[in-house]
């Protein structure tokens, strides 16, 4: 069985400071990671993933994540939050042999203040 | 955004009516799945599809039933819709070649 854990339903922070929402997750097999992030009344888009490759991965609009497996988190950072990145971020994890069926976290509502 | 297209987009119906959403891929992509969002929770899988007539069931499947006569069609049907199936659910395909899952633009459904 797996699970992902995302610490914080909502995170708040000022334009231009450091973004970090949380991911732990738990697989009894090596984890495929992925976040998404959704705008208002849109879909879910792909932010980056993580397949057993490199550890930090670095995704679209600026943002990035470290796998660590000592510590089962995959947390999703970006050095200077923007307005535009004011959504709801999703962390998901499925395995090799898992058909892709992803199990995703609660998911974590970003605010961005001016 | 993987050609995936959902009808209707928003819908409100009565309970214990039968209610269909359709996902529409034009890509060919084998795997195709259904997932239900609700606050706090995350998405979870109603059902997925891996070829044109085989289906399974994921996580919350009951009260849901699935179709696809198509490679490019997959049907999610309320057989008879109840208010806890009031819900955003979004469709999704496995793109196979990048072991990712691409997301259709939803549709809201309130059962009244």
């Known amino acids: 069985a797996q699970s992902v854990t995302q610490l914080g339903s909502h995170v708040s922070v000022s334009e231009g400071a450091l973004v970090l929402l949380r991911c732990n997750y738990s697989?009894?097999?090596?984890?495929?990671l992925f976040w998404y992030v959704q705008y208002p009344n849109q879909g879910l888009q792909l932010l980056l993933k993580y397949t057993s490759a490199a550890t930090l991965v670095k995704g679209i609009n600026g943002f990035e994540a470290e796998f660590k497996k000592s510590e089962t988190s995959f947390h999703l950072t970006k050095p200077s939050a923007h307005m535009s990145d004011a959504a709801e971020y999703f962390c998901a994890v499925t395995h090799k042999n898992a058909g892709n069926m992803l199990t995703f976290g609660g998911g974590t509502r970003l605010m961005v203040k001016p | 955004d993987a050609g995936i297209t959902q009808s209707p987009r928003h819908k409100v119906t009565e309970t214990g009516t039968p209610v269909t959403l359709r996902c529409h891929q034009t890509?060919?992509?084998?795997?195709m799945y259904w997932y239900r969002q609700d606050p706090g929770h995350g998405l979870r899988l109603i059902h997925y599809s891996y070829g044109v007539k085989d289906t399974d069931k994921g996580e919350v499947s009951d009260g849901y039933s699935v179709s696809r006569s198509k490679t490019e069609d997959f049907l999610l049907t309320l057989e008879s819709a109840t208010s806890s199936q009031t819900s955003v659910y979004f469709c999704?395909?496995?793109?196979?070649?990048?072991?990712?899952?691409?997301f259709g633009p939803g549709t809201r459904l309130t059962v009244l």
């Open positions: 999704a395909i496995r793109d196979y070649t990048t072991d990712t899952q691409y």
């Open positions: 697989s009894s097999v090596p984890p495929y």
């Open positions: 890509e060919n992509h084998r795997y």
